[in-house]
């Protein structure tokens, strides 16, 4: 005679029990979800170059909400563009450090940033 193991007995109550739990669970972890998903598409991010002369606003999808330009910055001339694209640059960068911090408890920051 071998000593095989003998199939343990499945409790079907037990058993539903467990995947109602796990149902809840998820549903639970959906809804947060939907909550967080929700602020991030609201969520703005403002820059303002250190001079003070730009400022960019990036809407909850990463676009440019808009960009203000005070009236001294236009002596700048040709060093306007790079530090437009600079602050641009500085404010979509922020505002994605910052979403995936906001998303953190739900993975959105792992693998790659």
């Given at each position: 005679m071998t000593d095989r193991a003998k199939p343990?007995?499945?409790?079907?109550?037990?058993?539903?029990e467990r995947m109602q739990?796990?149902?809840?669970?998820?549903?639970e972890r959906l809804e947060a979800l939907?909550?967080?998903?929700?602020?991030?598409?609201?969520?703005?991010?403002?820059v303002t170059d250190d001079g003070g002369a730009l400022s960019v606003?990036?809407?909850?999808?990463?676009?440019?909400?808009?960009?203000d330009i005070e009236p001294s910055a236009l002596d700048m001339r040709e060093a306007?563009?790079?530090?437009?694209?600079?602050?641009?640059?500085?404010?979509q960068d922020r505002h994605h450090r910052?979403?995936?911090d906001m998303g953190g408890g739900f993975g959105f920051n792992e693998g790659g940033e």
């Open positions: 343990v007995p499945i409790d079907p109550v037990s058993l539903l739990e796990t149902q809840r669970n998820l549903t939907e909550i967080v998903k929700g602020g991030l598409e609201r969520l703005e991010t403002t606003t990036v809407s909850g999808g990463g676009e440019i909400r808009s960009l306007l563009g790079p530090l437009m694209v600079a602050t641009i640059a500085r404010a910052r979403m995936r």
